[in-house]
Structure formats: structure tokens, C-alpha cells
């Protein structure tokens, strides 16, 4: 049994920070990418970063110089400093994980965090 749990969610202004963790629990061989997805009222999930284990990252556009992604491998946990915060941002972040449990690899996902930027 896999699970991930986020935290770090929560109500800031415009121009604030916050940041999301997501730690792994559970049984498995090893844990590939790991990502945070966001989903806003009556839009798509959309990914907002990824990371691979070796730590290569990319970014949607619309966060990239403002938001960061990186992991603690022995901790099985996931970051996500959100730096300058906009209203645009709001939504609820989900945490996503690659996980091999062999024979195959599987997608797990957290259960979701609110982040609302008011102006």
C-alpha cells in the first residue's frame, strides 16, 4: 500500500510564499519522477513541475522563476517553494509519484491541497 500526504497549503495575499511537501509511505522497489499538478475550478489538471530522480527539472511557463521543485530521496518527500504568488495560482496541488512495483511502474497520487493567493 503506497500513499502520498501533502501538506502546506493555505490562504496567503498576492506576493507571498508558500510550501508544499509530499511524503511517500508504503512498500516498493524505487520511486522514479515526482510531480505537483494543480487543478483550478473548471480547468484541467495541469502539471506545474517535475522532477526526476536525479533531480532534472521543468516547469510550466507560468511559474518558472517563481516556483521550485526538489526532492530528499532518503526522506521520500517532494517539495514545492512557491515564491511571488499571484491569484492565478490558485488551486488545488496534487502530488504525483512514479513508483516501480515491479513488473511494473504505477502513478500514485496525494489527495490534494487548496492553495488560494487573494489580491
Known amino acids: 500500500q503506497v500513499q502520498l500526504v501533502e501538506s502546506g497549503g493555505g490562504l496567503v495575499q498576492a506576493g507571498e510564499s508558500l510550501r508544499l511537501s509530499c511524503a511517500a509511505s508504503?512498500?516498493?522497489?524505487?520511486?522514479?519522477?515526482m510531480g505537483w499538478y494543480r487543478q483550478a475550478p473548471g480547468k484541467q489538471r495541469e502539471l506545474v513541475a517535475a522532477?526526476?530522480?536525479?533531480?532534472?527539472?521543468n516547469y510550466v511557463d507560468s511559474v518558472k522563476g517563481r516556483f521550485t521543485i526538489s526532492r530528499d530521496n532518503a526522506k521520500n518527500t517532494v517539495y514545492l517553494q512557491m515564491n511571488s504568488l499571484k491569484p492565478e495560482d490558485t488551486a488545488v496541488y496534487y502530488c504525483?509519484?512514479?513508483?516501480?512495483?515491479?513488473?511494473?511502474?504505477?502513478?500514485?497520487w496525494g489527495q490534494g491541497t487548496q492553495v488560494t493567493v487573494s489580491s
Open positions: 508504503g512498500v516498493w522497489f524505487s520511486i522514479g519522477a
Open positions: 522532477i526526476t530522480r536525479d533531480s532534472t527539472t
Open positions: 504525483n509519484a512514479r513508483i516501480l512495483i515491479p513488473p511494473s511502474m504505477n502513478d500514485f
